[in-house]
């Protein structure tokens, strides 16, 4: 069984300072990791994925992530915030093999601040 | 490229009625999910598509919701009678066959009062 854990439900930022958002997951195979955002009344836009090779990947509107397995973490992060940045992010995870089942994080909500 | 296609967009009914949803996956998708979110969670699988053939409906209440994809292109996601419960956006996805990246439509925000 896999699982994501998003650690804060919601965070607040300034415009300009870092973008830090907490994914840890569980799987018991190696996994293939997700960042969505979603903005207001909008489905879910794919930011990054890790699947394999190089653990930092870089994303779309200037968000990265680092995959750690010894820490089983995802973290996402982005040097300097902008208000269009506001939106909720998920976390997601999934492995390689049929029936690639999409697993959820409960999503961070991400304010930020003039 | 046309994405995944969602209608209606917001659909308001009472407790007990029916409901249904439609999806129009990105062309040469074979996969297709219906995703379940309440409000201030993370989306929730419902069912999986391979082409026309169910792959996982395991978190699917059979007892009231029901989805088919009878040609393998587009879907239809039903819920008869609704629960006040059921109140939620759903969300559909598409795939390419094996492939782990999902592409998501703008989804469907039911209100059940």
């Known amino acids: 069984a896999q699982s994501v854990t998003q650690l804060g439900s919601h965070v607040s930022v300034s415009e300009g300072a870092l973008v830090l958002l907490r994914c840890n997951y569980s799987?018991?195979?190696?996994?293939?990791l997700f960042w969505y955002v979603q903005y207001p009344n909008q489905g879910l836009q794919l930011l990054l994925k890790?699947?394999?090779?190089?653990?930092l990947v870089k994303g779309i509107n200037g968000f990265e992530a680092e995959f750690k397995k010894s820490e089983t973490s995802f973290h996402l992060t982005k040097p300097s915030a902008h208000m269009s940045d506001a939106a909720e992010y998920f976390c997601a995870v999934t492995y390689m093999g049929p029936g690639n089942k999409l697993t959820f994080g409960g999503g961070t909500r991400v304010l930020v601040k003039p | 490229e046309a994405g995944v296609a969602q209608s209606p967009r917001y659909k308001i009914i009472e407790k007990r009625q029916s409901v249904a949803f439609w999806c129009n996956p990105i062309?040469?998708?074979?996969?297709l999910y219906w995703y379940q979110q309440i409000l201030g969670q993370g989306p929730k699988l419902l069912i999986q598509f391979q082409n026309n053939g169910v792959v996982d409906d395991s978190q699917l209440p059979k007892d009231r919701f029901s989805a088919e994809r009878l040609k393998g292109v587009d879907s239809t996601l039903k819920i008869q009678p609704a629960k006040l419960e059921d109140s939620a956006v759903y969300l559909c996805?598409?795939?390419?066959?094996?492939?782990?990246?999902?592409?998501f439509g703008p989804g469907t925000r039911l209100l059940v009062l």
């Open positions: 996805a598409s795939s390419f066959s094996g492939e782990e990246t999902q592409y």
């Open positions: 890790y699947t394999t090779g190089a653990t």
């Open positions: 062309s040469g998708h074979a996969t």
């Open positions: 799987s018991s195979v190696p996994p293939y």
